[in-house]
């Protein structure tokens, strides 16, 4: 009985790694990922919802309605994200807090701006090595995703969707929204193009979205004005760029 409840448990936590890199996914999608039956999804989608992780949307129709009800786009909330790990995030808010006492908007943005860097100079190599606008945002993806982020990437009109299903420091980045606005100039740097922040995780969006345009990659200063382009945040789970969360 205690191998049965053991390995109920490996398989809801995998359900729910998958919302949380897939998200938002049908009930189909996760069977088929799993290899489970639809039925034995809805068990455990059922349990993560009784515990307040998981929770759904209506899928939106697409060309003419249908009979029946739409599907069903199930995402982790934020007590599901907080099992995949939100450590020592009151000390960073009052770390960061202390910081803003002796040194103001200059002080955080100084913070936010040398954590941006950290991240991506460890990846810079990797990024800038292609030459083209969407293999940059793919390899941006990976490199994110080893850093605990479950990025992925998709083709959206003219240009790609780069979505964040995990953000660590999303209950930091509520506080102090800096530290999104640098991390979304660091991301124009390394593409080498303006892009531009559709959705984030700290502002209750289910996936943090940067819209990257296709084109020529042109000089990005650190700290560039992000540009705008008129296109939607996701809305159904994207197709997941490979890699492997630290």
């Known amino acids: 009985m205690k191998n049965e409840q053991q390995a109920e448990g490996r398989t809801r ?16 999608a996760v069977a088929d990922t799993m290899g489970l039956s639809p039925a034995a999804v809805r068990r455990h989608l059922d349990v993560l919802v009784a515990n307040r992780e998981a929770e759904f949307r209506d899928a939106p129709r697409r060309g003419q309605r249908g009979r029946g009800r739409p599907a069903k786009l ?7 994200r907080a099992r995949f790990g939100h450590a020592y995030d009151d000390l960073a808010i009052a770390a ?22 950290i991240l ?19 390899a ?59 959705a984030t995780i700290a502002r209750g969006d289910a996936v943090c979205t940067t819209h990257v345009p296709l084109g020529g990659i ?14 939607d945040p996701i809305q159904t789970a994207p197709t997941t760029t490979e890699g492997t969360p630290s």
């Open 120 to 138: 991506v100079d460890r990846h810079r190599a990797a990024v800038t090595a292609h030459d083209e606008v969407a293999d940059r945002a793919n």
């Open 74 to 80: 199930w995402l982790l909330t934020e007590t599901g």
């Open 218 to 231: 042109e000089p990005t200063e650190p700290g560039a004005t992000v540009g705008t382009v008129p296109t």
């Open 140 to 198: 941006l993806a990976v490199a994110l995703t080893r850093e605990g982020y479950a990025a992925s990437t998709r083709r959206v009109g003219t240009g790609e969707q780069l979505c964040q299903h995990h953000c660590p420091v999303a209950h930091v980045a509520a506080e102090f929204p800096q530290l999104c606005e640098v991390e979304t100039a660091a991301f124009a740097d390394l593409l080498g193009t303006h892009v531009q922040r559709l």
């Open 96 to 117: 960061i807090q202390f910081v803003a006492e002796g040194g103001g908007e200059t002080a955080i943005r100084a913070f936010a701006e040398r954590r941006a860097a």
């Open 13 to 28: 936590h995998g359900v729910a790694r998958l919302l949380l890199e897939q998200g938002p996914i049908t009930t189909a």
